[in-house]
């Protein structure tokens, strides 16, 4: 069996775009750094594959976080450029907040008032069937729309993140200070960031109003998500490769595909 080599040096290190860096997990089974780097450990490929198979169930949890949070904080900005009378950055916002939740209802019913107002019938039409396609109310208020997050609170995060109850004696020092200032029911003093959370960036958006701070939001969020699917996709070849070796063939073409759809053949020739 030929083994594909790397594009690129590839250190594997997904906690650090799940901003669970420098967490100590109580129990490494819910710690996909760990679980991917324990088959280097191991001999045996079926020890190695339920490994893999374990980080998978772990990773595939975050997919639809990464993309109702990236929905949420596009939205978000589309609102400020509509606000703003800027409807043609508004429109590449709320198109980007669609297409990342295809349920979005507040972002499908501006692009089709938007659409209609600027007279891009065609983009209209489109709007529409697909709202009807997919049953989404179009003619609500928008005023009685809302898109919530998933979580509202860091904290409730970490806990749906690392599978833990997370008492404050499992904080580090760091990740103490990323809730406690999170927490936007307290008063707190503006921070001096300098760090790849993109929660605290919107922390001070929210204390703020600053439009710089959501800019800086949407850029990590984007960022993280993208390395999200790079590491996903990662776990999923490193599958592969197991099943060819096991001569599990329609399994690993299934996990090929996997890989492929999470854009792995930036970092692997395929």
Known sequence: MIIKTPKITFYFNINQHLNLGIHHFDDNQNNINWLVHKTFQVEKLE?????LTLAAQKVEKFHSYF?????????????FYYFQNDFQNAI???????FQDHLNQKAHIRLINLYRKLGLNEKFKNQLNYCA?????NNAAIETISYQRNFNE???YLKFATNSKFLNKQFTSEELKIVSEYDYNLKFKILNLNTSNYWLYYANFLLTNNYKFLAKTLELITYNHKSYHLHAGMIYY????LYLALDKKALAKND???????????????
């Not at 993309?67 to 609102?79: G, K, M, R, T, V």
């Not at 590449?92 to 669609?98: D, I, L, M, T």
């Open 47 to 51: 020890d190695k594959l339920n490994l």
């Open 67 to 79: 993309h109702f949070e990236q929905s949420f904080f596009h939205l978000l900005y589309a609102e």
């Open 92 to 98: 590449a916002h709320y198109e980007k907040a669609v």
């Open 133 to 137: 396609r997919f049953k989404i109310a």
């Open 154 to 156: 860091f904290i409730e």
């Open 238 to 241: 490193k599958r592969h490769q």
């Open 256 to 270: 090929l595909e996997k890989a492929k759809n999470l854009e792995i053949d930036q970092i692997i020739n395929l």
